[in-house]
């Protein structure tokens, strides 16, 4: 029994590289990178090494919040520039989400600790209800809940 388990084992072990096929990678026209088990027709496409596994980040990498994935752009200058485009813009809307975060939390808090809340509707000023003033509570809190960690 034990020896059909070491084989088994060992069988598992090699058939991952057997059974791994040819990953291909391309960029369309607008620029996004593709992956897939075709190349496509009339366009350049790389293939890429699945047989050795790529080297994992150290832990100072990892914990960085502007360390993006080591992706196998090689010399490409157009590629590098296009990662570089995307990881910008990433960055700015995490910008935009944590000040859209910091809003909604600030006025879950004026909600929450002011019974009487003045609104302006058409140019007028009037007091919320307290249904209309929980109902925005609930609103902001799903916002919350459903947007920022």
């Not at 910008?88 to 600030?106: L, S």
């Not at 302006?120 to 919350?144: F, H, N, P």
């Given at each position: 029994?034990?020896?059909?388990?070491?084989?088994?084992?060992?069988?598992?072990?090699?058939?991952?590289?057997?059974?791994?096929?040819?990953?291909?990678?391309?960029?369309?026209?607008?620029?996004?990178?593709?992956?897939?088990?075709q190349?496509?027709?009339?366009?350049?496409?790389?293939?890429i090494?699945?047989?050795?596994?790529?080297?994992r980040?150290?832990?100072?990498?990892?914990?960085?919040?502007?360390?993006?994935?080591?992706?196998?752009?090689?010399?490409?200058?157009?590629?590098?520039?296009?990662?570089?485009?995307?990881?910008?813009?990433?960055?700015?809307?995490?910008?935009?989400?944590?000040?859209?975060?910091?809003?909604?939390?600030?006025n879950?808090?004026?909600?929450?600790?002011?019974?009487?809340?003045?609104?302006?509707?058409?140019?007028?000023?009037?007091?919320?209800?307290?249904?209309?003033?929980?109902?925005?509570?609930?609103?902001?809190?799903?916002?919350?809940?459903?947007?920022?960690?």
């Open positions: 029994m034990r020896r059909m388990m070491i084989a088994t084992s060992l069988l598992l072990a090699m058939s991952t590289t057997a059974m791994a096929g040819q990953i291909y990678k391309w960029v369309d026209a607008q620029g996004v990178t593709h992956f897939g088990a190349p496509p027709q009339g366009q350049q496409a790389t293939l090494n699945t047989s050795t596994p790529s080297p980040p150290s832990l100072a990498e990892e914990t960085d919040e502007q360390a993006a994935p080591d992706l196998e752009t090689g010399d490409d200058p157009e590629q590098a520039a296009i990662d570089e485009k995307t990881r910008q813009e990433v960055a700015a809307q995490a910008a935009e989400r944590k000040q859209y975060c910091e809003t909604v939390r600030t879950l808090s004026q909600l929450q600790n002011n019974p009487r809340v003045r609104t302006e509707v058409d140019g007028e000023i009037r007091k919320l209800s307290e249904d209309e003033r929980q109902q925005r509570i609930a609103e902001l809190q799903k916002s919350i809940a459903e947007n920022c960690r």
